[in-house]
């Protein structure tokens, strides 16, 4: 994502959190500093790419990232997240006269050098708009969802499908077995027929089920407790997509 940027014509800080680090961002051709306030210094967009909730708040909210933003910047956070956490720095943020928008990924890294990554992105018009050529750098498509926090629910919901995909085709696989197909054989042929997906071509390219989620599952897992934990705090469950999920997360 940085290279992109970078390519496209911005000046790019980028956190390096160690020597190693800093120096591979520094070899992209953007400039590396140690600390958070440092990235956020006369900057026009601030981009916050981690990996857990738990971190986007650490770095949003308790590092004096927003204190060091300069009014009329934007924050976009882009690790999916609760949609919670985006609400509260959106709010922290406005008396500091920075704007914010969430636009989890959703792609690998691969997209990204390609600028392929989805993006489904919450804010205001006016926000989104004015980030649409810092986001397109990597992104394509970048789907405006909805205000602030919406781009979070999206994501959620396609990760809990994702992994419930990733359950059926766990079962699928068993009952090929059982039927003395071999897995990558069925996954290949299934790409040719009416059970055919996006999440099945990923898998057949890793030529089982079991060795694609082992691949995925900490990512997919983190996202789907947030998931959960929503909506038990709406009063329900994840529903019918519950068991096929738990049997993708056993894997």
Not at 77 to 82: E, G, N, Y
Not at 140 to 149: F, I, K, L, S, Y
Not at 152 to 165: C, D, I, R, S, Y
Not at 199 to 228: C, P, Q, W, Y
Request: proline content about 3%.
């Amino acid at each position: 994502m940085v290279a992109r940027l970078i390519e496209a014509g911005h000046d790019v800080r980028a956190l390096g959190r160690s020597a190693e680090k800093r120096a591979g961002v520094a070899g992209l051709g953007a400039t590396a500093v140690a600390d958070v306030c440092a990235v956020a210094a006369a900057a026009d967009v601030v981009a916050v790419c981690v990996f857990t909730d738990d971190q986007v708040r650490q770095v949003c909210l308790d590092s004096g990232l927003l204190t060091a933003m300069t009014s009329g910047s934007a924050l976009v956070v882009h690790t999916t997240a609760s949609p919670a956490t985006v609400e509260a720095i959106a709010a922290r943020a406005a008396a500091h006269g920075v704007a914010v928008a969430d636009a989890p990924v959703s792609g690998s890294p691969l997209d990204a050098a390609a600028g392929k990554l989805t993006l489904f992105v919450g804010g205001d018009d006016e926000t989104v708009a004015r980030l649409q050529p810092t986001l397109g750098c990597y992104g394509d498509p970048v789907v405006h969802v909805g205000p602030t926090g919406a781009g979070q629910k999206v994501k959620l919901v396609n990760n809990a499908l994702f992994a419930a995909q990733l359950g059926l085709l766990a079962a699928g696989a068993q009952l090929g077995k059982r039927l003395g197909v071999p897995e990558p054989t069925l996954l290949a042929a299934l790409s040719h027929g009416s059970a055919a997906s996006r999440v099945l071509n990923m898998v057949a390219a890793h030529g089982s089920v079991a060795s694609f989620i082992a691949t995925v599952r900490e990512f997919v897992g983190k996202d789907v407790a947030v998931a959960r934990t929503i909506a038990s705090e709406l009063g329900s469950g994840l529903g019918l997509l519950d068991a096929v999920i738990e049997a993708a997360m056993k894997g």
